[in-house]
């Protein structure tokens, strides 16, 4: 389980709200690192899990990344930090 803080009020329906966290799937090749946003991560109410729901599965090996949400230049939520 995650160590994250968690918000103990309740919340809105998850269709209006940000997601907790973003899913990446992230392959190394030529000592670099490629991000590819798969899907995202909600907060249950009772703070005892998280729904991830990924838009894509990866196939070729890799791995998957849940990052915190953060603003990039445009204002999207953007998990790769800064």
């Known amino acids: 389980m995650t160590t994250r803080k968690r918000k103990s009020e ?3 329906a998850r269709e ?3 997601p907790a966290l973003i899913a990446f799937h ?3 090749r030529s000592g670099k690192s490629f991000w590819t ?3 995202a991560a909600w907060d249950h109410e ?3 899990g998280l729904t991830l729901q990924l838009d894509l599965v990866p196939v070729n090996g890799g791995r998957i990344v849940l ?3 953060a603003a990039d ?3 999207e939520a ?3 930090g800064a």
Request: aromatic share 0%; charged share 45%; no cysteine.
């Open 67 to 69: 990052r915190e949400p």
């Open 10 to 12: 309740n919340k809105k």
């Open 78 to 80: 953007d998990g790769r």
């Open 16 to 18: 209006g709200q940000a």
């Open 37 to 39: 946003r798969i899907g």
């Open 46 to 48: 009772d703070a005892k």
């Open 26 to 28: 992230v392959t190394e």
């Open 73 to 75: 230049e445009n204002g």
